[in-house]
């Protein structure tokens, strides 16, 4: 079973980058699917972007400017960069996996406020 | 980009009741790839459904997706307690990968 869970700063400065890192266990990354999703409080679901195992990578165009995923396999993680953010990026950020662009597995999500 | 509009936005049932959530997209979604994704408070998205009609691991067979092209389709056939959620439809067909708004299944 696959497990996965967020970290990083909870509260981001606007105009700031949010960093997060998503640390994996139970699972290698050969073969699958990493992505990055987030909600706004009491909103719906967005899909960031997806890193493979190969280190290729795929960016909702709504944020493709602005993001980046990168991995780390000798530590198990993998991590989302958005810069510049605003308001409108507070939301909880979920780390997920799948063996296809299906996902399968969430992290529990961490919670990101940008705020001065 | 697939627009996916789910429909209603709230469900207000009783226990015991049967549920119809629709989700309609506004091209084909290839190869059916169709999710369904329940959510509860403070909880990450679990996926109920896949491939517009195979149900994950952990859910019961009252739990049952249809359809195809653009219209798809969640059924519960009899709410249960933990039934109340809400619930996402999602295609992983073509990128970017969207989601509904999501319907609410409330306890009437």
């Known amino acids: 079973q696959v497990q996965l869970q967020e970290s990083g700063p909870g509260l981001v400065k606007p105009s700031e980058t949010l960093s997060l890192t998503c640390t994996v266990s139970g699972a290698s990354f050969s073969g699958y699917y990493w992505s990055w999703?987030?909600?706004?409080?009491?909103?719906?679901?967005?899909?960031?972007?997806?890193?493979?195992?190969?280190?290729?990578?795929?960016?909702?165009?709504s944020l493709k400017s602005r993001?980046?995923?990168?991995?780390d396999t000798s530590k198990n993680q993998f991590s989302?960069?958005?810069?510049?953010v605003t308001a409108a990026d507070t939301a909880v950020y979920y780390c997920t996996s799948g063996a296809g662009w299906l996902t399968?597995?969430?992290?529990?999500?961490?919670?990101?406020?940008?705020?001065? | 980009e697939i627009v996916l509009t789910q429909s209603p936005d709230t469900l207000s049932l009783s226990p015991g009741e049967g549920a119809t959530l629709s989700c309609r997209a506004s091209q084909s979604v290839s190869a059916n790839y169709l999710a369904w994704f329940q959510q509860k408070p403070g909880q990450a998205p679990r996926l109920l459904i896949y491939d517009a009609s195979s149900r994950a691991t952990g859910f019961p067979d009252?739990?049952?997706?249809?359809?195809?092209?653009?219209?798809?389709?969640?059924?519960?056939?009899?709410?249960?307690?933990?039934?109340?959620?809400?619930?996402?439809?999602?295609?992983?067909?073509?990128?970017?990968?969207?989601?509904?708004?999501?319907?609410?299944?409330?306890?009437?």
């Open chain 2, 62 to 108: 009252r739990f049952s997706g249809s359809g195809s092209g653009t219209d798809f389709t969640l059924t519960i056939s009899r709410l249960e307690p933990e039934d109340f959620a809400v619930y996402y439809c999602q295609q992983y067909a073509i990128s970017p990968l969207t989601f509904g708004g999501g319907t609410k299944v409330e306890i009437k």
């Open chain 1, 67 to 71: 993001v980046t995923i990168s991995m």
């Open chain 1, 104 to 116: 399968d597995f969430w992290g529990q999500g961490t919670l990101v406020t940008v705020s001065s």
């Open chain 1, 37 to 61: 999703f987030r909600q706004p409080p009491g909103k719906g679901l967005e899909w960031i972007g997806y890193i493979y195992d190969s280190g290729s990578t795929k960016y909702n165009p």
């Open chain 1, 80 to 84: 989302l960069k958005l810069t510049s």
